[in-house]
């Protein structure tokens, strides 16, 4: 199976910079699409970012024009660079790497706290 390690949150302040990371390891061979979700608290996961094995995105709504993702197959990784942070960006951020029909593996997630 895939393993996936999230780093990079941490707290800032409102309209700051994060640059989350998520490196994959294990079958990465049978990775296709990646994506970046969020969970704040009391609410349900949410869908932020896709990245295909391509490099084609999509983004959510509320990230778009702010957030990118990018991956380097080569370096086995994905990134999303979150600019312009607000304080509903605050969540749990978790990689997720689609490997194979209807299955997928997470990360542990990361927290990304944007004070005002």
């Known amino acids: 199976q895939v393993q996936l390690v999230e780093s990079g949150g941490g707290l800032v302040q409102a309209g700051g910079s994060l640059r989350l990371s998520c490196a994959a390891s294990?079958?990465?061979?049978?990775?296709?699409?990646m994506a970046w979700y969020r969970q704040a608290p009391g609410k349900q996961r949410e869908l932020v970012a896709t990245?295909?094995?391509?490099?084609?995105?999509n983004y959510a709504d509320p990230v778009k024009d702010r957030f990118t993702i990018s991956r380097d197959n080569a370096k086995n990784t994905v990134t999303l660079q979150m600019n312009s942070l607000k304080p509903e960006d605050t969540a749990v951020y978790y990689c997720?790497?689609?490997?194979?029909?209807?299955?997928?593996?997470w990360g542990q997630g990361t927290q990304v706290t944007v004070s005002s």
């Open positions: 990245i295909t094995s391509g490099g084609r995105t």
């Open positions: 294990g079958r990465i061979g049978s990775i296709s699409d």
């Open positions: 997720n790497a689609v490997t194979g029909i209807l299955r997928r593996s």
